[in-house]
């Protein structure tokens, strides 16, 4: 039963890539976590920067990976601040998960 009510806890904790990408004033600057499978990937080795697309079953965001290297097919959580515009090599991303730093 406790079990059953942490999983259900940490479940609702997660919000679907739907409501960031139609809502983002409403997420601008917050804390959210999402998961999905990594379904693209943008990497500027000159400048030591990356970008993944995370896919759910409710649409499509990129994502600001910190210390790893998600590959293609992998699934992944994501806990992180939501920002609204992010261009990178004249390329705008719009809506971005900005990953926070890993806990030690």
Not at 20 to 29: A, G, I, T, V, W
Not at 72 to 78: F, N, R, W
Request: proline residues 5%; hydrophobic residues 40%.
């Amino acid at each position: 039963m406790l079990l059953a009510l942490i999983l259900a806890a940490c479940a609702g904790s997660r919000t679907n890539i739907r409501d960031l990408s139609e809502n983002p004033e409403k997420y601008h600057d917050q804390e959210v976590v999402i998961t999905g499978k990594v379904v693209s990937t943008f990497a500027i080795p000159l400048l030591s920067q990356s970008l993944v697309k995370v896919a759910d079953s409710s649409g499509e965001i990129w994502v600001k990976p910190q210390g790893r290297v998600p590959f293609e097919g992998q699934k992944i959580t994501v806990r992180g601040k939501l920002k609204i515009g992010l261009t990178l090599a004249n390329r705008n991303f719009g809506v971005i998960v900005y990953e926070n730093e890993p806990r030690k």
